[in-house]
T-cell receptor, first 111, second 116 residues
Framework: GEDVEQSLFLSVREGDSSVINCTYTDSSSTYLYWYKQEPGAGLQLLTYIFSNMDMKQDQRLTVLLNKKDKHLSLRIADTQTGDSAIYFCAENGGGSYIPTFGRGTSLIVHP | EPEVTQTPSHQVTQMGQEVILRCVPISNHLYFYWYRQILGQKVEFLVSFYNNEISEKSEIFDDQFSVERPDGSNFTLKIRSTKLEDSAMYFC??????????????FGSGTRLTVV
């Protein structure tokens, strides 16, 4: 079945860039997503990329997709303490369109 | 901004008891979902629901689980006889499209179920 893998933790200093990486196995993915979960809240869609794109930029966020290596990354420029959260990578594919999620990367931003 | 609301936020239950987790999806959404996340593990798909019936379910969603839309606003997940391994955070989600979209899903903040 489909699988999505992410590292569990990332710690960065405020003002630096953060790069959260994700690998997936399903080559038929249509959309790939990044969700953000703040403490006590649900998963919130942060950004997405369609599978025929290589890059998408949205203000401080840059999503890079390498379809050959099945690698997705999320870069957050000028990381702030408010960016501290769990970031989930997800992809939909396999014919069902139901997103498959990773286990989330905890981003810790320290002063 | 429209929200998906889940109640209760925490539920503690004894093994073997029945629990019902409740969700109010976004009012104009037509597709509803339940996911769960066991502590430290991945967010796992349980079931999707459309037009008053299950459209897809995972291997996790066995006969102990059921879903219902009892009225025009609520969407419930029932676990008939809870087991210790059912302890997890349960997320409800809704979407306006069943075929994946650039809007993704809107998730509730979850119900933490603890089975003792």
């Amino acid at each position: 079945g489909e699988d999505v893998e992410q590292s569990l933790f990332l710690s960065v200093r405020e003002g630096d860039s953060s790069v959260i990486n994700c690998t997936y196995t399903d080559s038929s993915s249509t959309y790939l997503y990044w969700y953000k979960q703040e403490p006590g809240a649900g998963l919130q869609l942060l950004t997405y990329i369609f599978s025929n794109m290589d890059m998408k930029q949205d203000q401080r966020l840059t999503v890079l997709l390498n379809k050959k290596d099945k690698h997705l990354s999320l870069r957050i420029a000028d990381t702030q303490t408010g960016d501290s959260a769990i970031y989930f990578c997800a992809e939909n594919g396999g014919g069902s369109y139901i997103p498959t999620f990773g286990r989330g990367t905890s981003l810790i931003v320290h002063p | 901004e429209p929200e998906v609301t889940q109640t209760p936020s925490h539920q503690v239950t004894q093994m073997g008891q029945e629990v019902i987790l409740r969700c109010v999806p976004i009012s104009n959404h037509l597709y509803f979902y339940w996911y769960r996340q066991i502590l430290g593990q991945k967010v796992e798909f349980l079931v999707s629901f459309y037009n008053n019936e299950i459209s897809e379910k995972s291997e996790i969603f066995d006969d102990q689980f059921s879903v219902e839309r009892p009225d025009g606003s609520n969407f419930t997940l029932k676990i008939r006889s809870t087991k210790l391994e059912d302890s997890a955070m349960y997320f409800c989600a809704s979407s306006d499209s069943g075929q994946g979209s650039n809007y993704g899903y809107t998730f509730g903040s979850g119900t933490r179920l603890t089975v003792v």
